[in-house]
Nanobody, 115 residues
Framework: QVQLVESGGGLVQVGGSLRLSCVASANIFSINGMGWYRQGPGKQREFVAG???????NYADSVQGRFTISRDIAKKTVFLQMNVLKAEDTAVYYCNIAPGPSRYWGQGTQVTVSS
């Protein structure tokens, strides 16, 4: 099984920025799209952003224009640059394949946006 390790979360004020990273244990980017998902307190896990074979991207309406997904295939890493953060962005962020995530989830990384 491929392991995915997320990092880069933390505490940030409204309007601030964070950059998340996800490192894969194997080269899967030539086979699968990759995505970021998040789960806020008391909420279902939701899709945030995806990057697919060929480099095309897709974003949830709630983050469009604020978040940017990218990848470094050689380093087996996918990134999520988050700008103009809002309180509603507070969640645990996970990476996984996209558009159909694997059943196996990592521990995620906590993002907390405070006023």
């Amino acid at each position: 099984q491929v392991q995915l390790v997320e990092s880069g979360g933390g505490l940030v004020q409204v309007g601030g920025s964070l950059r998340l990273s996800c490192v894969a244990s194997a080269n899967i980017f030539s086979i699968n799209g990759m995505g970021w998902y998040r789960q806020g307190p008391g909420k279902q896990r939701e899709f945030v952003a995806g990057i697919f074979i060929g480099g095309r991207t897709n974003y949830a309406d709630s983050v469009q224009g604020r978040f940017t997904i990218s990848r470094d295939i050689a380093k087996k890493t996918v990134f999520l640059q988050m700008n103009v953060l809002k309180a509603e962005d507070t969640a645990v962020y996970y990476c996984n394949i996209a558009p159909g995530p694997s059943r196996y989830w990592g521990q995620g990384t906590q993002v907390t946006v405070s006023s």
